[in-house]
């Protein structure tokens, strides 16, 4: 089927918009991961946000996609995904996938994705979403991401997409050697760090403090409770 004109236009506005994202937003805060930046540059945001907020794709902020949940801020994105410290044989899992922006990220980067969601609705949008695109290392499954998947573990690198009140301990015993926990703890009222924490032995665990995030709350067994 042919594009129209209009469609044409559309996704070559896109594509620029996508361009000026990677410079303005990410390289002049300093990301420097050359794969993750043509990642970057190559993947539509606009396909993961809502219709009616497309226009805003490439703004330097979130976007709500419904169900209380949102697509990050691009910088915040590359930002733990250059924290995770992927290569192509790495085994990455994702707690809270939401619209799969950041699986389609990682998946032009390690060797096998695995996404946990808790909606059932939007897990299951996912891999036809995400297979359009050419993601097809990837799996997904809709539960409770708050304690991991053990069956699939260990990970290179796990990225958590949502706050969480502290760091788990599930999480950390499904890490590699050497493996990469990337979470955003609260720390009190309106204070959310973005921590990377490192597998240095069996439990031995080194921490560092990214910086100030705001992402909405992690629901789950391991995290914190329903409202309601």
């Given at each position: ?54 226009e805003f794709s490439y703004d ?69 979403r995400l297979a359009e695109l ?92 329903p409202a309601g």
């Amino acid at each position: 089927m042919k594009r129209s004109k209009a469609g044409a236009r559309s996704e070559k506005l896109f594509a620029s918009e996508r361009q000026k994202m990677v410079r303005r937003q990410l390289k002049a805060r300093g990301i420097r991961d050359k794969a993750l930046l043509r990642a970057m540059k190559a993947v539509p945001r606009e396909l993961f946000v809502p219709e009616n907020l497309r226009e805003f794709s490439y703004d330097d902020s979130p976007l709500p996609i419904g169900e209380a949940q949102t697509i990050s801020q691009p910088y915040v994105v590359a930002l733990m995904v250059e924290a995770a410290g992927l290569t192509s044989n790495s085994r990455v899992l994702e707690i809270g996938a939401g619209s799969g922006y950041c699986v389609a990220i990682m998946s032009h980067l390690a060797g096998r994705v695995y996404a946990i969601e808790r909606d059932e609705a939007l897990a299951e949008e996912l891999p036809s979403r995400l297979a359009e695109l050419g993601c097809t290392n990837i799996e997904i499954r809709a539960g409770d991401g708050s304690a991991g998947w053990v069956e699939e573990a260990p990970f290179d690198a796990i990225i958590v997409s949502a706050v969480a009140p502290h760091i788990a301990q599930p999480l950390l015993s499904q890490l590699a050697p050497d493996g990469r926990l990337i979470v955003p703890v609260a720390r009190g009222t309106d204070n959310q760090r973005l921590m990377k924490v490192t597998r240095r032995g069996e439990d031995d665990f080194s921490e560092e403090d990214l910086g100030g995030v705001h992402f909405v709350p992690l629901i789950g067994e391991e995290a914190f409770a329903p409202a309601g």
